[in-house]
């Protein structure tokens, strides 16, 4: 299928080619007819992505903020190779869309393969969305006109937190898109509307709409609208695009004592205190379509919030906007959109900086391609070797893992993703033969013989034992599984195809850093180990912190040093411990693990969320035999009362490019497994065995 993309970097756009999108359970697969540009909100995303690095920087000063600690943290050139990456990340444009069902997913009811519907989804032949951002097109509308269904529910969003009442007077600033829906849906509302904008044209097609229209060119604003209203405006909604801040400003002026204020666009908001203090005026911030935007329990999970106490959430707006678009309340000929085939929609997007047109509806072909594999690039696969398949190709894929595999003698065959989007950049840039949403058309793939699983945690358990079964080698992400169950699985699996083989991403124990400290604890059993992790915050909405999807943050990330302090020791866990910080802990990123070696080594592990990002990430202290180690950030390894020891220095180097060289070279070499397995299901049942530790408040024996 065919999917228009653009580059953050230069903001080029372009339709590429993809394979069809895979289907969630709760997912409805759209094949589209129309999608909607709206030349004025888009407009902002394509003047940020072609603008120089230094403008980007200075439109997101919170993102400069996080450039310069991650400097602190992990180094100039490690912090630019990420900022780099970023920029050079495409993304799919488009949020209006108009198509009919093709296939729902296990958990769907709500809709039937062939029923019209919209969606928030981009400009793609096909658009996989959750059921709670897809709604029903009614009978007597056409999909031409109900394209406009979620960039209306953006106007109503904001209609909402102003809270209009019959007569009162609201003053609708910017009569873009937005904005003359926004004056459409007011005057359905029993409002006197008036609009202003600096494009004459613009306020000309307001006045059909019945509102009267100003243009601050021409009229004094603040004196014009007490003159039509005979008072100060009840309200104002803005949905213009300004830099500047005396839009905000005036707002106030214009506004009646306690008037609202309610922001739907863009503009500065250095706001002058005594224009809001004296009137008492209220101002919020209008977020998208409505309640549930930005919850993953809602958009992801299909969580619905109950309508006695979330009247409108995004789904009932968009209905709503449906009804109203059937009843006539709204209406889109007087605005005369401008009709292109999909196949022209990336000159659209080159010109919409000099567009006069309000809107442009994207027609699309009724046969289209289907399929969930991609060609690529012809490749004559060597007769020996590794031949490489890669489930997963978010972020760590592109960043860490494939710029170290293209080091080593592997044979890239071929890249999977959920979407097919990710796994075709990505294979397009490292010459992939293919790229596919159907991660069995890479296990079932004779050619390939090493699979590299990079998908999220949960998934991870279910493809090793589809790996395994199809005698493949195997090279996953930490962690191994999130539950006991699923490593049981593994295990009885493993040992029922010994033609197979299986790694773990625990790169940390191949770093010079760590092989450096290990030649001097090699056959010393009386070790104490403290390592600190200075993980830095995420989000509780993050999947990695959901126990279902992530398994959290220790069986996710500490299990890293968990493996570091194995490999130090050279002896698996025998028991462990852990405490957390607060009162609701059994999820829990602050955490202290004591571990009990089989050979009476000693670790304490700190996983901690809420330092300084200004500090070392990671540090390590090893004590033995009236010496200590000091490891700080994979950069500076320090030795104390150890005759003839060398300090060592480097750039960051937690041990990504020598795991990866040593991986490919044992499957070219049939060498066997650079990490035991023993040791791999030891630190994995020893990640789990740590929260459980939490739930009963006590040791844990893990072998």
């Given at each position: 299928?065919?999917?228009?993309?653009?580059n953050?970097?230069?903001?080029?756009t372009?339709?590429?080619?993809?394979?069809?999108?895979?289907?969630?359970d709760?997912?409805?697969l759209?094949?589209?007819?129309?999608?909607?540009?709206s030349?004025?909100t888009?407009?902002?995303?394509?003047?940020?992505?072609?603008?120089?690095?230094?403008?980007?920087?200075?439109?997101?000063?919170?993102?400069?903020k996080?450039?310069?600690?991650?400097?602190?943290?992990d180094?100039l050139?490690?912090?630019?190779?990420?900022?780099?990456?970023?920029?050079?990340?495409?993304?799919?444009?488009?949020?209006?869309?108009?198509?009919?069902?093709?296939?729902?997913?296990?958990?769907?009811?709500?809709?039937?393969v062939?029923?019209?519907?919209?969606?928030?989804?981009?400009?793609?032949?096909?658009?996989?969305?959750?059921?709670?951002?897809?709604?029903?097109?009614?009978?007597d509308?056409?999909s031409?006109?109900a394209?406009?269904?979620?960039?209306?529910?953006?106007?109503l969003?904001?209609?909402?937190?102003?809270?209009?009442?019959?007569g009162?007077?609201?003053?609708?600033?910017?009569?873009?898109?937005?904005?003359?829906?926004?004056?459409?849906?007011?005057?359905?509302?029993?409002c006197?509307?008036?609009g202003?904008?600096?494009?004459?044209?613009?306020?000309?097609?307001?006045?059909?709409?019945?509102?009267?229209?100003l243009?601050?060119?021409?009229?004094?604003?603040?004196?014009?609208?007490?003159d039509?209203?005979?008072?100060?405006?009840?309200g104002?909604?803005?949905?213009?695009?300004?830099?500047?801040?005396?839009?905000?400003?005036?707002?106030?002026n214009?506004?009646?004592?306690?008037?609202?204020?309610i922001?739907?666009?863009?503009?500065?908001?250095?706001?002058?205190?005594?224009?809001?203090?004296?009137?008492?005026?209220?101002?919020?911030?209008?977020?998208?379509?409505?309640?549930g935007?930005?919850?993953?329990?809602?958009?992801?999970?299909?969580?619905?919030?109950?309508?006695?106490?979330?009247?409108?959430?995004?789904?009932?707006?968009?209905e709503?906007?449906?009804?109203?678009?059937?009843?006539?309340?709204?209406?889109?000929?007087?605005l005369?959109?401008?009709?292109k085939?999909?196949?022209?929609?990336d000159?659209?997007?080159?010109?919409?900086?000099?567009?006069?047109?309000?809107?442009?509806?994207?027609?699309?072909?009724?046969?289209?391609?289907?399929?969930?594999?991609?060609k690529?690039?012809?490749?004559?696969?060597q007769?020996?070797?590794?031949?490489?398949?890669?489930?997963?190709?978010?972020?760590?894929?592109?960043?860490?893992?494939?710029?170290?595999?293209q080091?080593?003698?592997a044979?890239?065959?071929?890249?999977?993703?959920?979407?097919?989007?990710?796994?075709?950049?990505?294979?397009?840039?490292?010459?992939?033969?293919?790229?596919?949403?159907?991660?069995?058309?890479?296990?079932?793939?004779?050619?390939?013989?090493?699979?590299?699983?990079?998908?999220?945690?949960?998934?991870?358990?279910?493809?090793?034992?589809?790996a395994?079964?199809?005698?493949?080698?195997?090279?996953?992400?930490?962690?191994?599984a999130?539950?006991?169950?699923?490593?049981?699985?593994?295990?009885?699996?493993?040992?029922?195809?010994?033609?197979?083989?299986?790694?773990?991403?625990?790169?940390?124990?191949?770093?010079?850093?760590?092989?450096?400290?290990?030649?001097?604890?090699?056959?010393?059993?009386?070790?104490?180990?403290?390592?600190?992790m200075?993980?830095?915050?995420?989000?509780?909405?993050?999947?990695?912190?959901d126990?279902?999807?992530?398994?959290?943050?220790?069986?996710?990330?500490?299990?890293?040093f968990?493996?570091?302090?194995?490999?130090?020791?050279?002896?698996?866990?025998?028991?462990?411990?852990?405490?957390?910080?607060?009162?609701?802990?059994?999820?829990?990123?602050?955490?202290?693990?004591?571990?009990?070696f089989?050979?009476g080594?000693?670790?304490?592990?700190?996983?901690?969320a809420?330092?300084?990002?200004?500090?070392?990430?990671?540090?390590?202290?090893?004590?033995?035999?009236?010496s200590?180690?000091?490891?700080?950030?994979f950069?500076?390894?320090?030795g104390?009362?150890?005759?003839?020891?060398?300090?060592?220095?480097?750039?960051?180097?937690?041990?990504?490019?020598e795991?990866?060289?040593?991986?490919?070279?044992?499957?070219?070499n049939?060498?066997?497994?650079?990490?035991?397995?023993?040791?791999?299901?030891?630190?994995?049942?020893?990640?789990?065995?740590?929260?459980?530790?939490?739930?009963?408040?006590?040791?844990?024996?893990?072998?």
């Amino acid at each position: 299928m065919k999917k228009l993309i653009q580059n953050l970097g230069n903001g080029k756009t372009e339709i590429i080619d993809v394979p069809k999108p895979n289907l969630g359970d709760n997912d409805v697969l759209i094949k589209t007819t129309h999608s909607l540009i709206s030349l004025g909100t888009e407009r902002m995303l394509v003047d940020f992505a072609k603008s120089n690095i230094i403008s980007k920087a200075m439109k997101q000063p919170e993102k400069v903020k996080m450039v310069l600690d991650k400097i602190k943290s992990d180094g100039l050139m490690n912090t630019l190779g990420v900022v780099f990456n970023k920029l050079d990340e495409p993304i799919s444009l488009g949020y209006c869309n108009a198509g009919i069902v093709d296939q729902v997913g296990k958990k769907v009811n709500e809709f039937s393969v062939g029923d019209r519907v919209v969606s928030n989804g981009e400009h793609s032949e096909f658009v996989r969305i959750n059921k709670n951002l897809v709604a029903k097109i009614p009978n007597d509308v056409k999909s031409e006109d109900a394209v406009f269904t979620v960039i209306g529910s953006i106007a109503l969003q904001g209609i909402r937190l102003c809270k209009p009442t019959f007569g009162e007077t609201i003053v609708v600033y910017g009569l873009g898109l937005i904005g003359l829906i926004t004056v459409q849906l007011l005057k359905a509302n029993g409002c006197n509307v008036i609009g202003v904008d600096i494009d004459e044209d613009k306020c000309k097609l307001a006045n059909q709409f019945g509102i009267t229209s100003l243009n601050p060119k021409f009229d004094d604003i603040e004196s014009a609208i007490y003159d039509i209203n005979k008072n100060d405006a009840d309200g104002v909604i803005i949905t213009a695009s300004t830099n500047s801040n005396e839009l905000i400003s005036q707002s106030a002026n214009i506004c009646r004592k306690r008037g609202r204020i309610i922001l739907v666009g863009v503009i500065g908001l250095d706001i002058n205190r005594a224009d809001f203090y004296e009137k008492e005026i209220s101002f919020q911030v209008s977020c998208s379509y409505g309640p549930g935007r930005y919850d993953s329990n809602y958009e992801e999970k299909s969580n619905d919030y109950p309508i006695g106490f979330v009247r409108w959430t995004e789904k009932r707006n968009f209905e709503c906007i449906l009804e109203s678009i059937s009843k006539k309340s709204l209406e889109f000929e007087k605005l005369k959109p401008k009709i292109k085939q999909f196949e022209e929609c990336d000159t659209v997007y080159d010109d919409i900086t000099k567009s006069k047109s309000i809107a442009t509806i994207l027609r699309y072909k009724d046969k289209v391609s289907n399929v969930k594999t991609v060609k690529l690039k012809e490749r004559k696969l060597q007769s020996r070797g590794c031949s490489l398949g890669i489930i997963g190709s978010g972020n760590f894929t592109k960043s860490t893992i494939l710029p170290e595999l293209q080091k080593t003698k592997a044979q890239f065959m071929g890249i999977s993703s959920f979407d097919g989007l990710s796994s075709t950049l990505l294979g397009k840039k490292y010459n992939f033969s293919y790229s596919t949403s159907d991660y069995l058309k890479i296990i079932n793939d004779e050619k390939i013989n090493t699979v590299l699983i990079t998908t999220r945690h949960n998934t991870h358990a279910k493809i090793i034992q589809e790996a395994l079964k199809k005698n493949k080698n195997i090279f996953v992400e930490k962690p191994l599984a999130i539950s006991k169950k699923d490593i049981d699985e593994i295990i009885s699996t493993y040992n029922a195809f010994p033609k197979s083989s299986l790694m773990v991403g625990f790169n940390r124990r191949f770093s010079p850093h760590a092989t450096k400290i290990r030649h001097y604890t090699k056959n010393i059993s009386d070790i104490n180990i403290v390592a600190t992790m200075n993980a830095g915050f995420i989000e509780k909405d993050h999947w990695v912190q959901d126990m279902e999807i992530g398994g959290g943050r220790i069986i996710g990330e500490a299990c890293h040093f968990i493996d570091l302090c194995v490999y130090l020791t050279g002896s698996k866990v025998s028991h462990i411990c852990m405490n957390s910080m607060g009162t609701n802990n059994l999820n829990t990123d602050n955490a202290s693990i004591l571990l009990k070696f089989e050979n009476g080594a000693n670790a304490s592990l700190n996983y901690f969320a809420n330092g300084a990002k200004s500090y070392s990430k990671e540090r390590v202290e090893v004590y033995f035999n009236n010496s200590t180690i000091i490891l700080d950030n994979f950069i500076n390894t320090k030795g104390y009362n150890i005759p003839g020891f060398k300090n060592y220095k480097s750039s960051i180097d937690k041990g990504h490019k020598e795991q990866f060289k040593l991986y490919i070279d044992s499957i070219n070499n049939n060498s066997g497994s650079i990490i035991g397995f023993e040791e791999i299901i030891n630190v994995s049942q020893a990640s789990i065995a740590a929260t459980e530790s939490l739930k009963h408040k006590s040791w844990q024996k893990v072998v």
